[in-house]
């Protein structure tokens, strides 16, 4: 949906982190995962290495909208299903996200995503859809000649993407309305309990006795007492007062 571009924006960019120019790296020359070759085409046509590490906010957000997310129709997707292809799609190429997309639903893959792929990933559990993809992604990255160079950090980014994923695909949606729990959630985490139903622990402990009959009996206690002391001393006012002996 297009109200994750945002957040899924965020995510993509903690795993691309900053300045690159690793010769190892077929992306080349890149700056918070922006090419020189995309900030080109979609920034500054002549612009150099130097004016792609000042690249701003806007113009990164404006490059991934613009070159990842439209391309594979995020703000169409379901939730979390959006981010795990957009992340694909940053790595690897949005084609190359479609197509993988399109085999794990058992689609025509042409690596456009249109009405036939997107009617079969809303028909799909979110969650399935996100492991299958991420399944398939990782099998692909492992293949690759680059894989002894960069295979441990693509192998955390794939595992961070399926988390967050799902995370996002559980979430409440805009309309309030909660999604269906994907593979891993904690469903009995989620689910609140009944305010009608004792909790299991209620069995075990007695409910505590009062403590006003004894706390009453000690107040009459008082009561009499201090009744008696005063009768004994209206008896014996008069020695009092006059100094007569009184027995």
Not at 57 to 79: C, I, K, M, N, S
Not at 116 to 144: M, N, Q, S, Y
Not at 218 to 247: M, R, Y
Request: hydrophobic share 45%; net charge positive.
């Amino acid at each position: 949906m297009d109200r994750n571009f945002a957040r899924s924006l965020s995510l993509v960019l903690k795993s691309e982190g900053g300045w690159s120019d690793n010769p190892a790296d077929p992306g080349g020359a890149t700056m918070k995962g922006v090419t020189l070759t995309n900030f080109r085409r979609y920034v500054k046509a002549d612009a150099t290495k130097a004016e792609l590490r000042k690249v701003t906010d806007e113009q990164v957000a404006t490059v991934y909208r613009r070159f990842y997310w439209d391309a594979v129709a995020g703000a169409e997707l379901p939730d979390g299903v959006d981010y795990a292809v957009f992340d694909f799609a940053v790595n690897s190429g949005p084609g190359r996200a479609a197509k993988y997309l399109q085999g794990v639903l058992g689609v025509g893959q042409d690596g456009r995503i249109g009405p036939a792929t997107l009617a079969a990933a809303r028909a799909k559990p979110a969650g399935l859809v996100i492991d299958a993809l991420c399944d398939a992604r990782l099998a692909f990255l492992e293949k690759l000649p680059t894989w002894p160079s960069f295979g441990r950090g693509w192998s955390a980014r794939v595992a961070s993407v399926r988390r967050q994923a799902l995370l996002m695909s559980a979430a409440p949606s805009a309309t309030g309305e909660s999604a269906s729990p994907g593979p891993g959630d904690d469903v009995t985490a989620a689910t609140p309990v009944s305010a009608g139903s004792p909790d299991v622990n209620d069995a075990h402990t007695a409910p505590p006795k009062s403590a006003w009959p004894a706390k009453a009996a000690g107040i009459f206690a008082l009561i009499a007492l201090a009744l008696g002391s005063l009768t004994a001393w209206a008896t014996h006012l008069p020695c009092n007062l006059f100094g007569v002996f009184c027995q």
